[in-house]
């Protein structure tokens, strides 16, 4: 162990990877390589953070003394001394993680001063006011990063000492003035440290390296690696770099660049420079930078060599760069690059660009796009200058994206009968059931108190693409009184809010919306990801309006299609509850036979809808009871069309009430219990098919597919009720039909019997979301209340149900692929949980070998685009 | 596959197995081989019944012509011809399944006749009695039986006969009265059948195999195959086999023999006999069977030659039989010899007399000795004759055995004041709820309306071994009224019912028990499967009482104390429930430190009843609203205990409702959410053990058991939680303890991720109550009203959750011991789940490499069996 390496001179670290050095490490390193001009210095590597946080959150001795030989090599390279009598060196202290995180974590400037170093470089610069302003900023950083104590009442001091002295810039003060706030700093270090500030820049040093590591577990950091799926264990590198000054008078300065427009994608190089300053300067806005104009007509050498360097930059790196440079003394240093963010719009221009420009070839370009970012040009939003002027009321969960405003309503019914009407109308509930599915339809956007991303509101809002926020834990809704409270103010059916279903933000009042522009790029990219994708991309879709705007969308069929939506219409609803509560076969017949008419249109609808692409229709499967009436206005209404006792009535409803309904009468057990209603299904699609084939003039294939299978033997018995219906009706009809027989994989024992499962099986379809629920054995209702407490405690670092949880669930879903595959050759594997449209949950499932992914219309663009990234990485 | 052969003569089948031939086949095979008198014959054997169920039931032509081949041979061998006109050769048809199942399955006599076979006979023999009496028994069996006609009307006819000639019995009817009934019956068969009786003798075969075959998918083979864990893909063999005879005069005659007593295993033969009849005269009871005495008497030497032979089987066999024979003219043929079904309290003799007389060994011994029958020892129960007479009024799961008599109670609180003011009371229930907890320990015996075998009614009712019958849906329970209704007829609170929990039946009144007898021979058999187990037993208990009856029973450890039941104790549920409505830390510590007192009582009194041996306490389990009041008179009570408002206080309880309980808020979760419950349940599990250590002398080996863990992650936060607060109060005590922290298997993601949980872990524990729902993705409380129409169409043959799904859930527990084993050597591997007293799972367990089971105090001795028997199989 002691003799493993954890610190690296960027001159010797070229290759190492991101993994041990952080992106900015890496990045400095190869650019060391390339030549570019870069402050010599070194990496403490990822790896000494986590022997950090496995050493009780302390620095080991010997990576002390490594650290420190390193600053000695440092200074033999430079010629400097760190905290010496001659030439002091001075460094940079910063963070740098395996990916970028922006914001997130620390920089110290200027570490090295104290007051002998800085008479010295006074003597040696002969400019007291550059050293003086180092040395007021190194005290600040210090104490705030390093100590965490508050910079506010620090940068106060900074306001007031200009008021005193009339200056307008921190550039106004004089030599004296800094100096004068140098020692009230360090006075104020005394005070609220409780002892002087650190004269021993060694200490200072580790000091500052491990205020880096420490920053990689506060609290915004821990945010933002769940926001952008980073590990806990990946840690944090440290890269300790020599000082150069952009604030060393008017031939210094120091700016930013983007080689393209990040907003636009345009390709002109966006950049801004400010003289006499350090970069913080930039970042923190105290001082408005130049246009880099300013740079050219100033000092043009500098200029041409800055616009070489980047443009080799970009071609090096083969993406839009992010660039820090710092001017000391007319010497160009760069001081970091990365590839840069930008918005899906630039994202897609940059990619097409450098592939035309033939910087990239077609793998790479679609590489550089975010799948995730996709969505974004497919919704409406909101004005971004309108949003800053607003204060959010409360903030739920981003559970479909979007921005909706208008009036409030508590109700299904009266949201349809006002959308009805012309209004438009946000419907907020405390938790949405299937019963509220007309007034969701008819809703600009949907807003729960309760629920997760997984709830019902959420899932069947992604489905539709319309916003939605769930979970708004401080909004008390008051679904009697049709109110709801935010702190002391209650809101009625006549307050107008506004959602953001991107950011779960809530809104009083309207806010002005932009609508989405879609550039050509958009559809270039989407072929050019077709053609490299593996995975076939469907969608989960129950109506024929959701069908077509996927299949525009790119869908190649549906995946998914859930019965159960449709016994909700008001036409049918009344047979579906008679049928229920039928206490025999015929009864239940009968009452089918009415709904019979309508669930083939249905079909007959989606099948027109999808034009001879194939159509995977689940049986029913929710408990019977969800059809039920609960709300005692409805029981009583029910009695009277039934002609039967409310009591009588109340007490079947009772008698189908379930413990856990998630895991009771549902799924096939339905069709196991009442085969009956397996038949009219089959009997509806059957006929549906039958026609839409003769309508289109194409074959159909339909694929029925059952759910919530544990074995073999569930399946065997229910393939038989269909077969015996359907082949009847097909050759009733004299048509030939091809009508294939799967099932959902959704119960851990059915994936661990997979090779019996696949043997009765056409197709297995994933169901992850049910998977994950009995495979942590947690529902995902229930889960949205502790959850919470598990990522706080860093037991789970991702929810298990946005991203798949490949460790566990996916060890069952690989068994599953590879046995069922290898027991039935033409055995189709897709999956259409709610894991279908997630990026990252692609890349598995094509690890795995499925065949396709199915996910809500909005999300076929994200699925097709990170089918391709899949592909493309698994070649690698 | 035409080569293969499915049909095997006595004479050539020694050695070929149960499996092939069935159990009465290869007996017959095996007894032709050691030379006792059998009839000759053949077997058409168990995959022929498969065949048969795969030929869309039809026996293919090569197997009906293996048949007639082998009648052939029969001819050859006996000098008889089938249908012939000269000695006329007559067989019998009989099912023989791999395991004895009497009763359940068809038999056909005589087959052969017809009016020339029958001529010729009576020519033969001289003597138209017997043969028209074997041609009448002919025509009822072959009628009821291959043809399904009720025997009802024939033997009305017969009856009518009897009474028209002044007959007492059969034997006073002549040749020609039965004659008369021949041609009676063949109008009988020509009228309900359509078709005339058939002549033709390989007609009447071929039928007859088929009947037998077809037999095996009858209802009361279906039911008792599903009572007896027997597979419905093992199939039935068919025995053909040379008719001989005993009703050919008073030199004739048949019997049946037990060689030691069925009741109490005393070591003499249990036989009676009937001069002048076939069999079933026998097992139809038409006729009253003389003592064996009685062919000792009147023939002496045949009598001689029956002991001698019967003795010879039972040492050939090592076991007690129960024989079948015939004597036709003087002439001793065996048709049958079978081990002899018996009371628990005779197979302990049995087995130690054959044991002591040199025929068996020990390991021969203990798998004389059902398991599952020694639980009847433990228990009272209703007098046979007393039973005899009553009629049940409903029926129900026999959730826990035993026999209890009492007055209807239908509210816990009054069972136990009636049961303190010294009534002797039923606990009548819709279902329980761990509030009903003081009242199930006060009720002689519980009855609930709704429920399955591990409902909690069930599994509560099985840990205190008290007589429980759940689920016995015929019973309208009204808690409120304090009535119950059963048909028209309505019982209160001073009606008297008795219940069976061993049969499930229930009764209205009173009726006679005995108390149960235990004999020295059941000491001594368990000390011999103590000696030849491998795994260790240990029980689950959470009171000190159970605790003792447990070890009395043979427990060498607890391996599931629940804690979650003593938090209903009268002195601290007030506390339990302030604990879970504070909304703060503080709060919460002080309820729970008003708790700690009584909890570190209960440990302490556990850890001294077990005097050293080992116990694990499982952390807190259930959803905390379990703890809370749901009936409105209790939270107004509570609310002013709480000094709170009563419509705060529901809204309060109604945000801790959860849609699926089992899968929400509990087990290790609530340890994440709330660490304060687990740091207060180890403060009493180690103070408990410190001072027990002291009181006892001995060291005390805790284990802390964490519930319902997906993956390491939460285990090894909880460790951290439990070693804090565990080492510190050991360091305090001044005192060395060692404790153990391990975890429930319970969840199929844990399993999956057994590897990493291992390494946290010190023991597994096996939750296979929960595994089994999870990995088959039903509750159990649901499932009741779905696993009957599971049993009916044959999906599932057995309840998973009364042994274990060995090739789903198995897997799980497989890989997990494997996984588990492979990365901790130390680790302990148990099951505290239902299936830990189960035999058939016992079973599984010792194969899977586990260390232990732990079951309910009155299962021990059954898993100490059990284990011995898993243990000597595998040892095979």
Redesign the interface.
Known sequence: MANKKYVYQFKDSHGLGKELLGGKGAGLAEMTYVGIPIPPGFTVSTEACNLYYNSGKKLPKHVVDEILHAVEVLEKDTGKTFGGKKNPLLLSVRSGARVSMPGMMDTILNLGLNDDTAKTMVEETNNPRFVADCYRRFILMYTNVVKGKSREVMDKMLDELKKAKGAKLDTDLTAEDLNKLVEDYKAYYLKVVGEPFPHDPKVQLLEAVTAVFRSWDNERANIYRKMHHIPYEWGTAVNVQTMVFGNKGETSGTGVAFTRSPATGDNHVFAEYLPNAQGEDVVAGTRTPLHIDWLEENMPAVYKQFAETIDKMEHYYKDMQDIEFTVEDGVLYFLQTRSGKRTAQAALKIACDLLDEGTINEEEALLLIDPSSLTTLLLSSFDDSELKKVTPIAEGLPASPGAATGKLVFDADEAAKRHAAGETVILVRQETSPEDLAGMVAAEGILTMRGGMTSHAAVVARGMGKCCIVGANAIQVDEKAHTMKVGNKTYSTNDVISINGSTGLVYEGEIKKVEPQMTGNFGRVMKLADKHRRLGIRTNADAPAEAKQAKAFGAEGIGLCRTEHMFFDADRIFHVRKMILSDNVKDREDSLNAILPHQENDFYELFLAMDGLPVTVRLLDPPLHEFLPQEEHLIVDLAKALKTDVKDLKARINALH????????RGV?LT??YPEICRMQTSAIINAALRAQKKLGKSIDAEIMVP?I??A??LR?VKAVIKETADKLIKESGQKLEYHVGTMM????AC??ADEVAKEAAFFSFGTN?LT???????R???T??LP??YE????QQDPFATI?Q???G??VRKAVKDGKAANKKLLVGICGEHGGDPRSIEFFDAAGLDYVSCSPFRVPVARLAAAHAAIKHKK
Not at 658 to 665: I, K, L, Q, V
Not at 773 to 779: K, N, R
């Open positions: 379930e413990f856990n309904p998630m895991m009771g009468h057990r196991i219990t919530l544990f074995g033997e569930e018995f959704e119960i851990p024992r661990l019997l049910d629920q009995m495979s942590f054995g947690f529902s209702d229930d889960a209340k502790f407490d598990y405690t860093r037991i789970l949880d460790k566990g669930v060890q069952l």
